[in-house]
Nanobody, 122 residues
Framework: QVQLVESGGGSVQLGGSLRLSCAAS????????MAWFRQAPGKERERVAI???????AYADSVRGRFTISKDNAKNTLYLQMNSLKVEDTAMYYC????????????????WGQGTQVTVSS
């Protein structure tokens, strides 16, 4: 049974940092595309960052240079380091997994965590 559990969200001041974690079970990172998404109230879901089995990474323009996605294969855990946080980064953050070795293409992500809330205040 595939399970993704996010943690690390919270409230932070403008310019602060947070590190999100996503503990995965039921699969290993050896053949999985992993991603972080976010969704703010009234807005569409946005893909924030992706990482594939070859550690190829891509970021949304809105977070590039401030956020860093990484994974620890031994711990089966995905991370999102968020620095220089802005008010517009406020959202529910979700990790997601897709059983493909690359993250290219538009195939949907079948596995999702429950989300962790990030709130940035000025």
């Amino acid at each position: 049974q595939v399970q993704l559990v996010e943690s690390g969200g919270g409230s932070v001041q403008l310019g602060g940092s947070l590190r999100l974690s996503c503990a995965a079970s039921g699969f290993t990172f050896t053949n999985i595309c992993m991603a972080w998404f976010r969704q703010a109230p009234g807005k569409e879901r946005e893909r924030v960052a992706i990482i594939n089995v070859y550690n190829a990474i891509a970021y949304a323009d809105s977070v590039r240079g401030r956020f860093t996605i990484s994974k620890d294969n031994a711990k089966n855990t995905l991370y999102l380091q968020m620095n220089s946080l802005k008010v517009e980064d406020t959202a529910m953050y979700y990790c997601a997994a897709r059983p493909t070795t690359t993250c290219s293409g538009g195939s949907p992500f079948p596995y999702w965590g429950q989300g962790t809330q990030v709130t940035v205040s000025s």
